[in-house]
């Protein structure tokens, strides 16, 4: 198992700059990054999966500097290691969720080479660990959001990598399935892989993450556990609203008070 | 119904559209002569009707259509969209003005490949225009209206060509030839054909397994290790080489691209790399089928190819621009 390291890393996207000095996410880990809109924390994912090539800075996988850098640089070895999930975007066609979730078998083929049984036993566990074998032959527009974002998940799930990166899987989710979501993906993190995921939800995030990072103006204020981390202090600059922590029997809850300077 | 299944009917269809069309045209035969002929036997004027005149017809309709089912499900899977058929998307009327330049300029006879070739360059040019202007998911209308630019600009060209054109029986045979048919054609034609249509059809099929990730949108298909740009010019390169072959043989048949791949599309579960040979089939099976028509509907001169297939196929872009575009407008 491998976790994945960004080091000096400066781009420009639009009006942000983003700068971060040294990030690391281990493996066996789940870790959050949250923070304001326009904070960098989507571009930031796209320089972790490689889909964009910062201005300077490296990316690469932990195992062996130079080699963990290499396989990162190459397209397909890197999707074997490495599975990504953007915010969602409409399907240009409504395949079935069999099909979708065997995308994820791609980066172990060539042009003309046909998936084989191995690939199949991939794609069906996965159908399975994440509880849609039921829809595997239905159409994807078909389903319900949850069941929907349970299928993309099943995606990542079936190239069988180490690092995982999700970008706001839990979106316009209701609640059941946002728990859905975040639980398959701490399974993933206990069975030793690499997770990151951005999200908007700090109690989701503080409720599952082992480490979080709050990013802002394109740069990582704060990260460590949630529980140092997620501070009125440290939010309150950030996302410009007073927040309580609030002690309950279930844990600490941040609760959004009002906006900063009323 | 299973891909392989599927394929086989199509297959078996095809044939059967094939051995039915050896049956049409002017001169009647009947069942026992095509098999009195396909026996090395049988009337001697049948035989050569049979095997110079149809036989070559049938053959180029068969890879014509192939091409342009393939061409349109290639080029509605790199797009994204349902509307993308290279000649409502003007490369085939650009490589017909490749075509009219090379015969115009009299580089060459129309029996040479410098004329298939001259309309790959021409149609290349209008598919990385148009994967310039419309290439990253854009709006259905936006591509149409992009297309339509790029085919009104080589309509023009073609325009200008048959202007100055000082003798007036080639152009006419120029403007005949751009209706689009596969009436007359020999084994040369179909020689002229091959090339060009085998290698893009190559590069079609070989880039195929990405369609699918592209589903899923330019990000996801790069993590999964496609090389993007790598893609798009295969693609821009095989749709160019197949339809400048067709087009400077067959002149403009629109429409088959845009059919074919509806037609298969929910029988294969909308896979777009499983949508393309189950197209390029149909898109053969259409046009011999529409080439038979062609022979058998009374008339005075007989119907030209395209002509009846844009009768057959706007109805159908006029259903799909409606359903698409409220599509659209809901997501």
Same mark, same amino acid.
């Given at each position: 198992?491998?976790?994945?390291?960004?080091?000096?890393?400066?781009?420009?996207?639009?009006?942000?700059?983003?700068?971060? $000095?040294?990030?690391?996410?281990?493996?066996?880990?789940?870790?959050?990054?949250?923070?304001?809109?326009?904070?960098?924390?989507?571009?930031?994912?796209?320089?972790?999966?490689?889909?964009?090539?910062?201005?300077?800075?490296?990316?690469?996988?932990?195992?062996?500097?130079?080699?963990?850098?290499?396989?990162?640089?190459?397209?397909?070895?890197?999707?074997?290691?490495?599975?990504?999930?953007?915010?969602?975007?409409?399907?240009?066609?409504?395949?079935?969720?069999?099909?979708?979730?065997?995308?994820?078998?791609?980066?172990?083929?060539?042009?003309?080479?046909?998936?084989?049984? $191995?690939?199949?036993?991939?794609?069906?566990?996965?159908?399975?660990?994440?509880?849609?074998?039921?829809?595997?032959?239905?159409?994807?527009?078909?389903?319900?959001?949850? $069941?929907?974002?349970?299928?993309?998940?099943?995606?990542?799930?079936?190239?069988?990598?180490?690092?995982?990166?999700?970008?706001?899987?839990?979106?316009?989710?209701?609640?059941?399935?946002?728990?859905?979501?975040?639980?398959?993906?701490?399974?993933?993190?206990?069975?030793?892989?690499?997770?990151?995921?951005?999200?908007?939800?700090?109690?989701?995030?503080?409720?599952?993450?082992?480490?979080?990072?709050?990013?802002?103006?394109?740069?990582?204020?704060?990260?460590?556990?949630?529980?140092?981390?997620?501070?009125?202090?440290?939010?309150?600059?950030?996302?410009?609203?007073?927040?309580?922590?609030?002690?309950?029997?279930?844990?600490?809850?941040?609760?959004?008070?009002?906006? $900063?300077?009323? | 119904?299973?891909?392989?299944?599927?394929?086989?009917?199509?297959? #078996?269809?095809?044939?059967?559209?094939?051995?039915?069309?050896?049956?049409?045209?002017?001169?009647?035969?009947?069942?026992?002569?095509?098999?009195?002929?396909?026996?090395?036997?049988? &009337?001697?004027?049948?035989?050569?009707?049979?095997?110079?005149?149809?036989?070559?017809?049938?053959?180029?309709?068969?890879?014509?259509?192939?091409?342009?089912?393939?061409? +349109?499900?290639?080029?509605?899977?790199?797009? @994204?969209?349902?509307?993308?058929?290279?000649?409502?998307?003007?490369?085939?009327?650009?490589?017909?003005?490749? !075509?009219?330049?090379?015969?115009?300029?009299?580089?060459? +006879?129309?029996?040479?490949?410098? %004329?298939?070739? =001259?309309?790959?360059?021409?149609?290349?040019?209008? %598919?990385?225009?148009?994967?310039?202007?419309?290439?990253?998911?854009?709006? =259905?209308?936006?591509?149409?209206?992009?297309?339509?630019?790029?085919? !009104?600009?080589?309509?023009?060209?073609?325009?200008?060509? #048959?202007?100055?054109?000082?003798?007036?029986?080639?152009?006419?045979?120029?403007?005949?030839?751009?209706?689009?048919?596969?009436?007359? @054609?020999?084994?040369?034609?179909?020689?002229?054909?091959?090339?060009?249509?085998?290698?893009?059809?190559?590069?079609?099929?070989? +880039?195929?397994?990405?369609?699918?990730?592209?589903?899923?949108?330019?990000?996801?298909?790069?993590?999964?290790?496609?090389?993007?740009?790598?893609?798009?010019? @295969?693609?821009?390169?095989?749709?160019?080489?197949?339809?400048?072959?067709? %087009?400077?043989?067959?002149?403009?048949?629109?429409?088959?691209?845009?059919?074919?791949?509806?037609?298969?599309?929910?029988?294969?579960?909308?896979?777009?790399?499983?949508?393309?040979?189950?197209?390029?089939?149909?898109?053969?099976?259409?046009?011999?089928?529409? &080439?038979?028509?062609?022979?058998?509907?009374?008339?005075?001169?007989?119907?030209?190819?395209?002509?009846?297939?844009?009768?057959?196929?706007?109805?159908?872009?006029?259903?799909?621009?409606?359903?698409?575009?409220?599509?659209?407008?809901?997501?």
């Amino acid at each position: 198992m491998t976790g994945l390291h960004l080091s000096n890393i400066n781009h420009a996207i639009g009006d942000i700059r983003l700068t971060v $000095e040294a990030m690391r996410f281990a493996a066996g880990q789940l870790t959050g990054i949250v923070g304001p809109n326009g904070a960098g924390k989507t571009s930031l994912l796209k320089i972790a999966a490689g889909l964009m090539t910062p201005v300077q800075g490296v990316v690469g996988f932990d195992d062996g500097a130079e080699a963990g850098q290499l396989a990162f640089r190459d397209g397909q070895q890197r999707a074997r290691r490495l599975a990504y999930l953007p915010q969602f975007q409409p399907l240009a066609w409504p395949m079935s969720c069999r099909d979708v979730v065997a995308l994820g078998r791609l980066p172990y083929h060539g042009d003309f080479a046909n998936l084989q049984a $191995e690939d199949w036993r991939h794609v069906d566990a996965a159908l399975a660990r994440c509880q849609v074998e039921g829809f595997a032959t239905r159409a994807i527009d078909q389903l319900s959001g949850g $069941e929907r974002a349970r299928v993309l998940i099943a995606r990542l799930i079936a190239s069988d990598p180490q690092v995982y990166l999700l970008d706001e899987p839990t979106q316009s989710l209701d609640p059941a399935a946002q728990l859905a979501v975040m639980g398959l993906m701490q399974q993933q993190a206990r069975a030793g892989k690499t997770v990151v995921m951005v999200l908007h939800d700090l109690n989701l995030a503080a409720r599952f993450c082992d480490q979080v990072v709050i990013m802002h103006n394109g740069h990582p204020a704060h990260m460590g556990p949630p529980q140092d981390v997620f501070t009125p202090a440290h939010l309150r600059p950030i996302f410009s609203v007073n927040m309580a922590s609030i002690e309950t029997p279930h844990g600490r809850i941040l609760q959004t008070l009002d906006a $900063e300077g009323r | 119904m299973s891909y392989p299944r599927l394929t086989l009917i199509l297959c #078996l269809s095809l044939g059967v559209a094939a051995l039915a069309s050896f049956l049409c045209g002017p001169v009647v035969s009947r069942p026992s002569d095509l098999l009195a002929w396909l026996g090395g036997n049988g &009337d001697a004027h049948l035989n050569i009707i049979f095997a110079d005149i149809r036989a070559p017809r049938i053959v180029l309709a068969a890879i014509t259509g192939f091409v342009l089912g393939l061409a +349109g499900a290639a080029t509605q899977g790199l797009l @994204r969209n349902p509307l993308a058929e290279p000649s409502l998307l003007g490369a085939s009327n650009a490589a017909a003005l490749g !075509a009219v330049i090379a015969i115009y300029l009299g580089l060459s +006879g129309t029996l040479s490949y410098a %004329v298939p070739l =001259s309309a790959a360059l021409a149609a290349l040019l209008s %598919v990385l225009l148009l994967l310039v202007f419309a290439g990253r998911g854009v709006s =259905s209308v936006r591509l149409i209206l992009a297309g339509f630019a790029v085919s !009104a600009l080589a309509g023009a060209g073609i325009a200008l060509a #048959l202007n100055f054109s000082t003798n007036i029986f080639a152009a006419l045979e120029i403007s005949f030839w751009l209706l689009g048919a596969v009436e007359n @054609r020999s084994w040369h034609h179909v020689a002229l054909v091959l090339p060009g249509s085998l290698i893009g059809v190559g590069l079609l099929l070989s +880039g195929g397994r990405a369609l699918n990730a592209l589903t899923l949108g330019d990000d996801v298909a790069a993590s999964l290790g496609v090389r993007l740009n790598r893609l798009r010019w @295969r693609f821009a390169l095989g749709i160019a080489l197949a339809m400048g072959a067709v %087009v400077s043989v067959t002149g403009v048949i629109g429409f088959i691209g845009l059919v074919a791949p509806h037609l298969v599309r929910p029988l294969v579960g909308h896979n777009p790399h499983q949508s393309l040979i189950p197209s390029a089939l149909m898109g053969a099976i259409l046009l011999l089928v529409a &080439d038979s028509l062609v022979r058998l509907l009374p008339s005075q001169q007989e119907l030209k190819l395209g002509v009846l297939t844009a009768f057959l196929g706007v109805p159908m872009l006029l259903y799909l621009l409606r359903r698409t575009t409220t599509a659209d407008a809901v997501a």
